[in-house]
């Protein structure tokens, strides 16, 4: 749903617009994203938070659209957080498990986002652990694909709630000097927040150990 028809609904007012062509079906990576674009989400994010007063309040912007949660990697905190988002925007929500899909007994994923699909979900969120799995999803799914995290690709929506973060709290992101500490070669976070926070003109600096940096760093 674009932001200007959220900015429709009465418990909406002041929603920010995006000034373009908004031509994203899917979020699957911050690399396609322009520093615009990012700005928007981040400035909608923001408006969203506090139309619902911190996250405390249910807005009806959602309701009867359905989200699927579909997570093949544990992760507490990113699937309740999505569930939460999800619930708090007046969507129905459905959260599924490998352990309890029928990928356990061999159902493939093409074969559950296409049943998926075929329910009427407007919206998948993924996680995965192989690389590419969001944008194997997209290809074969009418529904809206969100990437929670596939394999050492990416996590776009951690990197954009870390962007939110430091926004509030430095109230702004260009010209600052950013630190990434840890396993950098093998965090799909890590290369997320890269990328956005240069695409926003902050300076990246990396400190890991050699054996956890990539070979060659984008400068």
């Known amino acids: 749903m674009s932001s200007d028809t959220l900015a429709q609904h009465p418990a909406m007012p002041d929603l920010p617009r995006f000034h373009g062509s908004w031509s994203h079906r899917h979020l699957l990576d911050l690399?396609?994203?322009s520093a615009a674009e990012l700005t928007h989400l981040l400035d909608l994010a923001a408006a969203l938070k506090g139309?619902?007063?911190?996250?405390?309040?249910k807005l009806p912007l959602l309701t009867g659209?359905?989200?699927?949660?579909?997570?093949?990697?544990?992760?507490?905190?990113?699937?309740?957080?999505?569930e939460i988002a999800g619930k708090r925007l007046g969507m129905d929500v459905i959260n599924i498990s490998a352990s309890t899909s029928s990928s356990s007994k061999g159902e493939s994923l093409i074969d559950t986002v296409k049943t998926l699909n075929a329910m009427s979900s407007d919206a998948i969120v993924i996680r995965h652990a192989d690389s590419g799995s969001a944008e194997l999803v997209a290809?074969?799914?009418?529904?809206?694909?969100?990437?929670?995290?596939?394999?050492?690709?990416?996590?776009?929506?951690?990197a954009l709630l870390d962007a939110l973060t430091i926004r509030h709290a430095k109230k702004r992101i260009d010209g600052l000097v950013i630190a990434i500490c840890g396993d950098v070669l093998h965090s799909r976070v890590a290369r997320s927040n890269i990328i956005l926070l240069k695409k926003m003109g902050a300076e990246v600096r990396l400190v890991a150990p050699s054996t956890l940096m990539p070979a060659a760093p984008k400068s």
């Open 65 to 82: 659209k359905t989200v699927a949660n579909l997570f093949f990697e544990n992760s507490t905190r990113t699937r309740t957080s999505f």
């Open 139 to 158: 290809a074969h799914v009418s529904a809206h694909v969100i990437n929670a995290g596939d394999g050492a690709h990416e996590h776009p929506t951690q």
């Open 31 to 33: 690399e396609s994203l």
């Open 51 to 57: 139309a619902t007063h911190n996250c405390r309040q």
